[in-house]
């Protein structure tokens, strides 16, 4: 009994496996529009994220990413002894963090003024003028406020003038570099997140409102109570996301805003490990400083993401 | 009809439309400038529009070579990036939407990795070196072939269309190629349109690769070369140089004016063309963008 048992079993895992392939066979055409994206993303995704191990090692040119000495931490050590680590650390978490209080709210406070526009043809234009700063790249942005900034004849400073108050100098001032990387941040990406929390506003049932308009709750009331439970899952989704790029202060805006006067407030993690790796050449301290960097990004993702799924069910994975 | 214009309602359009000012505004100003006479734009008090009004900026602009030649590269990477990238995103969506392709949950688990936790950019510079892509063209071309959201975006798109489409494809004697051409693409038009935008625009707009993966003059981009007029003023000099000579050697009246155009505003110049085809292209693509950014979100 128990031989023909094992002899059926046998038989059905050998046609579940000739199945499998058959499948496999089927889709032989679907494979090969994958397999060079497969590859694509070993060379430049995985191959990468095998390169952290330089950070453990001494990187030679011959040797590349497979090569070089074992070195345990002393890259790690190095950036921690370096005397300037714990301000660049703290810049990156201040910039970030800021960016997060700040940049984060604005799209949803957005979304619910424009939810509250009737007329559809002028929110329709303000949505498309509020997208207009996120498809122009970061050197435009800057060299834009430069020139809106200088108080060598730039409107900004003459509107001061013209108000009777002291033109300021903007770019390069230690006092005004954490406003304008904030300010200009918002300025670029408000209108094209809050896409998302209109698309879900929109989504709320609209009798929600009636019943609410039934008990008498005023428009404030109503955002309250209805419009702000609706988005309340997506913004959960998008808090977890904006929490893992907390050490990751925007490596493209801070390479291009940072200058000799800012280096003391705008130096950060990504910047300082392109600088030591690129001017400097040292591989393999600059690495060190990019894994450490990813690593606790990774942990916050985890445990945010764990802390989504408590308060609300809602997770990324 | 009165409650209309409560206080709520003024306060919510005036902030909008203070905002939409703010968004506005800085592009009016530029163009203003651009077009405007570079010595006199010196003096300041431009606000809304030309006081001198000259093309004078924009000629410059088309005259130096330098200039044409990175406008030129950013064209090519940007006609040739979007159409790679539509075509094996596409393709790889596609065979990602089929529920019944064995190993679709692992393909997607392993491209999906790379978001959360990346190498860097030390680890990516060696690869782009021995790659020996450092200095290629390429290297605007081949590293941005394949990107997880956008596959996401397309993927949720096709499982969307009615499998019995397909089906009916089938019985008709079409292969899976046929389904996929004939089929599948003419109705995907809208997430193409959308892919295409956001991938033309990151195309258009990347000054990062231009700046440390290029070392050689001619193959340097536009936003590559706004970032160098940014930071260094010798490229301004040089074309405001070659300006002044040219308006010298001409001994009219209007020779001895000579040059009229200033780093500034011919640095203007440059950023308007360097933003001005992004500007006429995203509103068409507007409607899409609900639909593109829904799907995107949809993760898993």
Redesign the interface.
């Known amino acids: 009994m128990e031989v023909t048992a094992a002899m059926t079993r046998e038989a059905q895992k050998n046609r579940q496996q000739r199945k499998l392939l058959r499948t496999i066979w089927k889709h032989r055409i679907f494979y090969l529009f994958v397999i060079p994206g497969v590859v694509w993303f070993i060379v430049f995704c995985y191959l990468p994220l095998y390169g952290l191990t330089l950070a453990f090692k001494d990187f030679s040119y011959a040797g590349g990413i497979f090569g070089g000495k074992y070195a345990g931490l002393t890259y790690f050590k190095q950036f921690f002894d370096y005397y300037l680590s714990t301000d660049i650390i703290r810049n990156t978490v201040v910039i970030s963090f800021l960016k997060l209080i700040i940049g984060f709210p604005a799209p949803i406070i957005l979304a619910i003024m424009l939810n509250e526009v009737k007329n559809h043809a002028f929110k329709r234009s303000l949505q498309t003028i509020s997208y207009l700063p996120y498809f122009v790249s970061w050197v435009v942005v800057v060299t834009l406020l430069n020139r809106l900034l200088t108080t060598d004849g730039g409107p900004v400073n003459e509107m001061l003038h013209s108000l009777g108050l002291k033109p300021i100098m903007f770019m390069g001032n230690v006092d005004w570099f954490y406003p304008l990387i904030i300010g200009s941040f918002v300025w670029k990406t408000i209108g094209w997140n809050s896409i998302i929390y209109l698309a879900a506003i929109a989504g709320i049932d609209p009798e929600l409102y009636e019943a609410a308009k039934i008990d008498g709750a005023s428009r404030l009331r109503q955002m309250w109570h209805v419009t702000l439970p609706g988005i309340r899952d997506i913004t959960i989704i998008l808090f977890i996301l904006g929490i893992g790029s907390l050490m990751s202060a925007g490596y493209e805006q801070m390479l291009l805003f940072k200058n000799p006067a800012t280096e003391a407030i705008g130096s950060v993690l990504d910047t300082y490990s392109i600088e030591a790796g690129i001017k400097q050449g040292r591989l393999s301290y600059a690495t060190a400083v990019g894994f450490f960097q990813s690593a606790i990004a990774f942990i916050l993702i985890l445990v945010v993401n764990r802390i989504g799924k408590k308060v609300s069910d809602v997770s990324l994975f | 009809m009165l409650r209309?214009f409560s206080f709520?309602?003024i306060t919510?359009?005036a902030?909008?439309l203070l905002?939409?000012f703010?968004?506005?505004y800085?592009?009016v100003?530029?163009l203003a400038?651009s077009l405007n006479d570079g010595l006199d734009?010196?003096?300041?008090?431009?606000?809304f529009w030309p006081r001198q009004f000259t093309l004078e900026n924009y000629i410059e602009v088309f005259k130096d070579p330098a200039i044409m030649n990175a406008y030129k590269i950013t064209i090519a990477r940007t006609v040739v990036g979007t159409l790679t990238h539509l075509i094996?995103t596409t393709?790889?969506a596609?065979?990602?939407s089929?529920r019944?392709?064995?190993g679709r949950n692992f393909?997607s688990f392993?491209?999906?990795?790379?978001t959360?936790?990346?190498?860097?950019?030390?680890?990516?510079?060696?690869?782009m070196q021995?790659?020996h892509l450092y200095n290629s063209f390429w290297v605007y071309i081949i590293?941005a072939?394949?990107n997880f959201f956008h596959?996401v975006v397309m993927r949720t798109f096709f499982q969307q269309i009615p499998p019995e489409l397909e089906e009916s494809a089938k019985i008709d004697g079409y292969g899976?190629?046929a389904i996929f051409l004939k089929i599948i693409l003419p109705l995907s038009g809208s997430v193409i349109s959308v892919i295409a935008i956001f991938m033309g625009?990151s195309h258009?707009?990347?000054?990062?690769t231009g700046t440390?993966f290029i070392s050689d003059k001619n193959l340097v981009p536009v936003?590559t070369l706004?970032?160098e007029?940014?930071t260094r003023s010798e490229a301004l000099l040089d074309a405001v140089k070659r300006a002044s000579q040219f308006g010298g050697n001409t001994m009219s009246p209007a020779g001895t004016q000579a040059v009229r155009i200033t780093p500034?505003s011919l640095?203007?110049a440059v950023?308007a063309i360097?933003?001005v085809p992004?500007?006429v292209i995203?509103?068409f693509f507007?409607k899409h963008?609900?639909k593109g950014?829904?799907l995107g979100?949809v993760?898993?």
């Open positions: 209309k709520f309602s919510n359009y902030l909008l905002l939409a703010c968004m506005v800085p592009f100003y530029i400038y734009s010196m003096k300041g008090g431009i606000s094996v393709l790889f596609y065979a990602l089929k019944t392709l064995p393909i392993f491209i999906f990795i790379p959360i936790f990346g190498g860097g950019f030390i680890p990516y510079f060696i690869l021995r790659l590293p072939l394949y596959i899976d190629v625009v258009w707009n990347d000054w990062f440390f936003q706004l970032q007029m940014l500034e640095r203007m950023l360097a933003t992004i500007l995203y509103p507007q963008f609900v950014a829904l979100s993760k898993g």
